[in-house]
């Protein structure tokens, strides 16, 4: 499907955005891969390792439409995965949260349209369902803007989609790391925001290959949402270091306990599928789409009414010694 195509990744210096690349490199034969981001360093350091003849490297910032319009000149596929994802410093930055994160959203969907892209898939987050913070009501507005961008898009070809998953072993945002660069300092205990808490774990690898598939899958208009386990906070400590004290810190600005996908106020539009969910849009399309069958021929079912899903009411949790796995994993990656 990505064969001869050119596929364009918005903050593609990111964890996402490389191991995109390395699979798409290793698996398809792209016409292009198209790097956007706004950070020359680290576009520099990624050309080090990603050099191959389809390689384009471009500066530019989602807050800049006429540039993301130069740059998807030609483009089939889109990937936005740039934002600002530091939940407290939202809290203490909205407005450049704000900036970013919804305002960048419009602006890769007017660039989009403008340039005649086929697909369009955003990568979103957790805690855009039922958010209480900042950075998760950006996330929530962006995935708005995405589906109803496919009522924009009118008799144009171009479709958009949006992939929500939890947090993602081996990214540079993810606990992992902080915990692991406190052990190599020495650190006689790790901190524990609460003992009670539990967050949705994907690796690396998983994230590409599914919004990979969802490409495939995608009518335009749907929230894909994997399903994978949860894991506790204290089991994750205790996965990279067996028998340290913990210390309980309490919880930061605008977090929760537990993360919610599938929040229960949108169980009527949400279908189940063998290995993932789908939230349909609240709004109608003026073609009507039958999205309980995708592209691929796969068949969801309606949820249950009420049905929610929840890291802390997951059916599938990961003990320690899976996380190891899942961590072992994304390092190999």
Known sequence: MLNNKTILITGGTGSFGKQFTKTILERYSPKKIIIYSRDELKQYEMAQTFNAPQMRYFIGDVRDQPRLTQAMEGVDYVIHAAALKHVPVAEYNPLECIKTNVYGAENVIHAALAC???RVIALSTDKAANPINLYGATKLASDKLFVAANNMAGLRKTRFAVVRYGNVMGSRGSVIPFFQKLLREGATELPITDARMTRFWITLQQGVDFVIKNFERMHGGEIFVPKIPSATVTAL?????????QKIIGIRPGEKLHEVMCPQD???LTLGFHDHYVIKPTIS??????FALNNIGEQGTPVPEGFEYSSGTNTDFINVEQIRAMIKSGVEA
């Open 237 to 245: 400590a205790e996965a990279l270091a067996p028998g340290m004290p």
């Open 285 to 290: 399309f003026a073609v009507p789409v039958d």
């Open 116 to 118: 005649g892209v086929e």
């Open 266 to 268: 949108d169980s009527h």
